[in-house]
T-cell receptor, first 113, second 112 residues
Framework: DVKVTQSSRYLVKRTGEKVFLECVQD?????MFWYRQDPGLGLRLIYF???????EKGDIPEGYSVSREKKERFSLILESASTNQTSMYLC????????????FGSGTQLSVL | DQQVKQNSPSLSVQEGRISILNCDYT??????FLWYKKYPAEGPTFLIS?????DKNEDGRFTVFLNKSAKHLSLHIVPSQPGDSAVYFC???????????FGSGTKLNVKP
């Protein structure tokens, strides 16, 4: 089974802090994604990466950046956290033979105070 | 503007009865559709999918129906079980599997 692991389940940060959310997948997947989930809005794509060092903006990239130095790891960075970035963050991946299906991590609930 | 919409934020069903969750989309380029199930404090898990070349796909108690002319899909769960209580998201892709568009979710409560 594909495993997508997010380093933290819950995180509390202060406004203005730089925040790193880490995600690791163990299936050699090419594509990795960061979504945020907010009530009434569903899942919205922040960034995705289709290869090492490659990234593309999703629908809501403002205030975020990403890093993909190794194939298995995809990091989401909040450059200067703000209260409107309080959300559930979900990492996902897809790969050969399963491109049509996203595999999700268990999520990180981030609170920015 | 959301391209995938789930207009019912919640649904309550008696155990053993049918649950019908609905989803509408606006982009005619979408050709692959998925349903995900999400429990609190967990990531979404894949449930069932359907390609636009089909109008029905069945997997055990779960059946997804696609009406391309109406740009509408639905998920039927028969019979519903209390363990099915979760938030259900529908999602769509235009075949470029770098992008999946999600609805806002429907919270299903199956009462014992």
């Amino acid at each position: 089974d594909v495993k997508v692991t997010q380093s933290s389940r819950y995180l509390v940060k202060r406004t203005g802090e730089k925040v790193f959310l880490e995600c690791v997948q163990d299936m050699d997947h090419e594509n990795m994604f960061w979504y945020r989930q907010d009530p009434g809005l569903g899942l919205r794509l922040i960034y995705f990466s289709y290869d090492v060092k490659m990234k593309e903006k999703g629908d809501i990239p403002e205030g975020y950046s990403v890093s993909r130095e190794k194939k298995e790891r995809f990091s989401l960075i909040l450059e200067s956290a703000s209260t409107n970035q309080t959300s559930m963050y979900l990492c996902a991946s897809t790969g050969p033979g399963g491109e049509e299906k996203l595999f999700f991590g268990s999520g990180t609930q981030l609170s920015v105070l | 503007d959301q391209q995938v919409k789930q207009n019912s934020p919640s649904l309550s069903v008696q155990e053993g009865r049918i649950s019908i969750l609905n989803c509408d989309y606006t982009n005619s380029m979408f050709d692959y559709f998925l349903w995900y199930k999400k429990y609190p404090a967990e990531g979404p898990t894949f449930l069932i999918s359907i390609s636009s070349i089909k109008d029905k796909n069945e997997d055990g108690r779960f059946t997804v129906f696609l009406n391309k002319s109406a740009k509408h899909l639905s998920l039927h769960i028969v019979p519903s079980q209390p363990g099915d209580s979760a938030v259900y998201f529908c999602a769509a892709s235009d075949g470029n599997f770098n992008k999946f568009y999600f609805g806002s979710g429907t919270k299903l409560n199956v009462k014992p």
